[in-house]
């Protein structure tokens, strides 16, 4: 009697779950093509810009492993860190760009340059000298 309302419960539940997830899947992939069209349709421009913020975002992902003990509890733990520099322009306006380790580790808050982007897409930065 018990096992026939789990059947129930899960042959609603298991299908419901996939949906969702699946459709997570979905939104993700169809919002990073956006943004990866509307980068390549919009036009590279250089211009004058200081540096005047940096950030790092670290993620940390936990995962068992299957008879293997060398983590904490038979657990893995894994990092991965993402670099944001925030830009602000002659107008004013201040734009955050996501650039790879080693750009980030290259400038400095405060540096002035010329910034190269291509809609939300760090294309380079130049520093000025002096």
Do not use: C
């Amino acid at each position: 009697m018990f096992y026939s309302g789990f059947d129930a419960l899960f042959s609603i539940l298991f299908p419901l779950v996939f949906l969702v997830v699946l459709g997570m899947i979905l939104f993700t992939v169809v919002s990073n093509l956006r943004t990866w069209s509307k980068n390549n349709a919009s036009p590279r421009l250089t211009v004058p810009a200081t540096v005047v913020a940096k950030r790092m975002n670290v993620s940390r992902h936990h995962t068992a492993n299957a008879g293997d003990m060398t983590g904490a509890h038979g657990y893995t733990s894994t990092s991965a860190t993402t670099y944001y520099v925030t830009f602000q322009v002659e107008s004013g306006d201040r734009m955050e760009l996501r650039l790879s380790g080693t750009e980030y580790g290259q400038l400095a808050e405060g540096d002035t340059g010329r910034l190269s982007f291509q809609g939300t897409r760090y294309l380079g930065f130049e520093r000025k000298d002096g």
